[in-house]
């Protein structure tokens, strides 16, 4: 089967978070069960330094109409890895830019995203008709969503394109992508989709609304996030379409690359460990201390990390509110994140005020976010919603016990600690109050310098957990199964 992937994040080509750990390993281990995949990114700066000085046009030119003028973008040839093909949209005076979505370390999106990604959708559209036409088009979130609206509406008669199948996968229903209506016009869509049934929600166009119509099939990822987005407290009031297609959505919990993530071979950490010999995660401890300035620590005191993007989706405000509680415990805590400044003004802040117990680096570093998996005892994750999360499962491979709030792929990945059976993974709340929050790092606090055995056996019940990628790319090729059997 050939797959065509759109997205707008890949590892190791562009990435901001999980979207692109996903869009990065996925399509290998499709590769691997025999398919064909080829995956279609934004031609953005940082992908540039990918590029061999003499690289290759797949597609020179193609032609994408806007209400009052014409684009032109090109497909540049991305190459072969691990037998994936890549393809890259250039079109520079839309993707040559600093950040993705909006100015990096600025806040708020660019404002001609509708423009950026409706260019992106169609291009890839036009591109796979000279590239190859696959049997399904796997686009992810609201980047992707113009593929199926496109797809079914003005281009429901080109017979070449009309027999593809087409599944979006939801990885965070929270970001929309909602653009004014005049957008219709300016994408030369026919008014009459700007209706509650299709495109438009609060007199918005809602890219991703129209993704969940118009596609055969949706995943989400995670068996728990498939069934909290069909309530009004997560689906961000795209609960009632979702609703309406529960038969056409499956939660497939995103999988782990242990090619990347394994503390046994991981080249970014300063030593190896496994489950038969944990020796080297206290060099990585040192190492992790010392990255974060944090010296004299005794040996006894547990290390709390955090790897995040600083965004209210990851209840990061649940911390500060339990901020000075918290440094009353022994322990130190490292933070590693960036994005709204709210959150960041607080860890520098706190590590300010408390320069012996909390420190914090307030960027994006890929290499660090592998030290602080290692180096750390306990990782915090008290997400208010999180669809699947990777880090926790990170957490779980380098033997970091995880506290998590019991919410989507949290909720469907960790377990808890249970003192008599010597059985869990972690501690979990569930409640939205920070008092839960506290009491769940209490008990992990508890076991940490009461029970050494008990902890020693969470770590190693959570390093013997397998989220490798293999079953779930199974799972998806059930789903690519099932809407080709579908379309006939
Ligand atoms: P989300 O996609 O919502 O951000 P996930 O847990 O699925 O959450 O994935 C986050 C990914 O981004 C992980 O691979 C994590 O290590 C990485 N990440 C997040 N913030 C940073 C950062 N500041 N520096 C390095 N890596 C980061
Ligand atoms: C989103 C979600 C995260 C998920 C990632 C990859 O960014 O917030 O929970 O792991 O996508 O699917």
Same mark, same amino acid.
């Given at each position: 089967?050939?797959?065509?992937?759109?997205?707008?994040?890949?590892?190791?080509?562009?990435?901001?978070?999980?979207?692109?750990?996903?869009?990065?390993?996925?399509?290998?281990?499709?590769?691997?069960?025999?398919?064909?995949?080829?995956?279609?990114?934004?031609?953005?700066?940082?992908?540039?330094?990918?590029? &061999?000085?003499?690289?290759?046009?797949?597609?020179?030119?193609?032609?994408? %109409?806007?209400?009052?003028?014409?684009?032109?973008?090109?497909?540049?040839?991305?190459?072969?890895?691990?037998?994936?093909?890549?393809?890259?949209?250039?079109?520079?005076?839309?993707?040559?830019? @600093?950040?993705?979505?909006?100015?990096?370390?600025?806040?708020?999106?660019?404002?001609? /995203?509708?423009?950026?990604?409706?260019? !992106?959708? +169609?291009?890839?559209?036009?591109?796979?008709?000279?590239?190859?036409?696959?049997?399904?088009?796997?686009?992810?979130?609201?980047?992707?969503?113009? =593929?199926?609206?496109?797809?079914?509406?003005?281009?429901? !008669?080109?017979?070449?394109?009309?027999?593809?199948?087409?599944?979006?996968?939801?990885? /965070?229903?929270?970001?929309?992508?909602?653009?004014?209506?005049?957008?219709?016009?300016?994408?030369?869509?026919?008014?009459?989709?700007?209706?509650?049934?299709?495109?438009?929600?609060?007199? *918005?166009?809602?890219?991703? $609304?129209?993704?969940?119509?118009?596609?055969?099939?949706?995943?989400?990822?995670?068996?728990?996030?498939?069934?909290?987005?069909?309530? %009004?407290?997560?689906?961000?009031?795209?609960?009632?379409?979702?609703?309406?297609?529960?038969?056409?959505?499956?939660?497939?919990?995103?999988?782990?690359?242990?090619?990347?993530?394994?503390?046994?071979?991981?080249?970014?950490?300063?030593?190896?460990?496994?489950? #038969?010999?944990?020796?080297?995660?206290?060099?990585?401890?040192?190492?992790?201390?010392?990255?974060?300035?944090?010296? @004299?620590?005794?040996?006894?005191?547990?290390?709390?990390?955090?790897?995040?993007? !600083?965004? *209210?989706?990851?209840?990061?405000?649940? =911390?500060?509110?339990?901020?000075?509680?918290?440094?009353?415990?022994?322990?130190?805590?490292?933070?590693?994140?960036?994005?709204?400044?709210?959150?960041?003004?607080?860890?520098?802040?706190?590590?300010? $005020?408390?320069?012996?117990?909390?420190?914090?680096?307030?960027?994006?570093?890929?290499?660090?976010?592998? $030290?602080?998996?290692?180096?750390?005892?306990?990782?915090?994750?008290?997400?208010?919603?999180?669809?699947?999360?990777?880090?926790?499962?990170?957490?779980?491979?380098?033997? *970091?016990? &995880?506290?998590?709030?019991?919410?989507?792929?949290?909720? @469907?990945?960790?377990?808890?600690?249970?003192?008599?059976?010597?059985?869990?993974?972690?501690?979990?709340?569930?409640?939205?109050?920070?008092?839960?929050?506290?009491?769940?790092?209490?008990?992990?606090?508890?076991?940490?310098? /009461?029970?050494?055995?008990?902890?020693?056996?969470?770590?190693?019940?959570?390093?013997? $957990?397998?989220?490798?990628?293999?079953?779930?790319?199974?799972?998806?090729? #059930?789903?690519?199964?099932?809407?080709?059997? +579908?379309?006939?």
């Amino acid at each position: 089967m050939h797959i065509v992937f759109a997205a707008s994040e890949c590892v190791p080509f562009a990435k901001t978070g999980g979207l692109a750990d996903v869009v990065g390993a996925l399509p290998p281990e499709l590769v691997r069960l025999g398919h064909q995949v080829s995956v279609y990114l934004p031609l953005y700066k940082t992908v540039r330094k990918f590029l &061999p000085e003499d690289f290759k046009y797949a597609v020179r030119s193609i032609t994408v %109409p806007f209400e009052y003028y014409n684009r032109f973008a090109a497909i540049v040839d991305g190459g072969v890895r691990d037998g994936v093909q890549y393809y890259f949209v250039d079109c520079p005076e839309l993707f040559d830019r @600093d950040g993705f979505y909006g100015p990096k370390g600025g806040v708020g999106d660019y404002g001609d /995203n509708a423009e950026r990604f409706g260019l !992106f959708c +169609r291009t890839v559209l036009e591109a796979s008709k000279q590239l190859g036409v696959p049997q399904v088009f796997h686009v992810h979130d609201w980047q992707g969503a113009m =593929i199926p609206i496109y797809l079914r509406t003005i281009y429901y !008669f080109d017979p070449v394109l009309r027999p593809v199948a087409t599944v979006l996968t939801i990885h /965070n229903a929270g970001y929309q992508g909602w653009f004014p209506p005049k957008t219709i016009e300016q994408l030369l869509l026919p008014w009459d989709l700007f209706t509650f049934d299709k495109v438009e929600q609060n007199d *918005t166009f809602n890219f991703l $609304k129209g993704g969940l119509i118009y596609s055969d099939y949706l995943t989400t990822v995670s068996r728990t996030y498939a069934q909290e987005i069909q309530t %009004p407290e997560f689906g961000a009031g795209l609960e009632s379409v979702l609703i309406k297609r529960h038969w056409d959505l499956r939660g497939i919990l995103n999988g782990v690359d242990y090619a990347q993530w394994d503390p046994a071979r991981d080249p970014k950490l300063a030593a190896h460990y496994s489950a #038969e010999d944990l020796t080297g995660k206290k060099e990585c401890r040192r190492d992790l201390l010392h990255a974060f300035g944090l010296n @004299d620590v005794p040996h006894t005191t547990p290390v709390i990390g955090i790897v995040s993007r !600083f965004a *209210t989706q990851k209840g990061l405000d649940f =911390i500060a509110q339990i901020a000075d509680k918290l440094t009353e415990r022994n322990m130190v805590l490292v933070a590693l994140g960036n994005g709204e400044p709210y959150y960041e003004n607080f860890f520098r802040d706190w590590a300010a $005020k408390r320069p012996h117990q909390i420190a914090t680096q307030i960027r994006y570093d890929e290499s660090l976010s592998h $030290k602080l998996e290692a180096g750390s005892d306990i990782f915090l994750m008290p997400s208010r919603y999180e669809p699947s999360g990777l880090n926790q499962m990170y957490s779980l491979k380098y033997g *970091t016990v &995880p506290v998590v709030r019991a919410t989507g792929g949290l909720e @469907d990945t960790i377990e808890e600690w249970h003192a008599d059976e010597r059985t869990g993974t972690g501690f979990k709340f569930y409640g939205y109050h920070p008092g839960d929050l506290l009491w769940a790092i209490d008990r992990a606090l508890w076991v940490y310098h /009461n029970d050494p055995d008990g902890w020693k056996t969470l770590m190693l019940n959570g390093m013997a $957990k397998d989220y490798s990628w293999v079953h779930p790319a199974k799972e998806y090729v #059930e789903v690519y199964e099932e809407v080709l059997r +579908r379309r006939g």
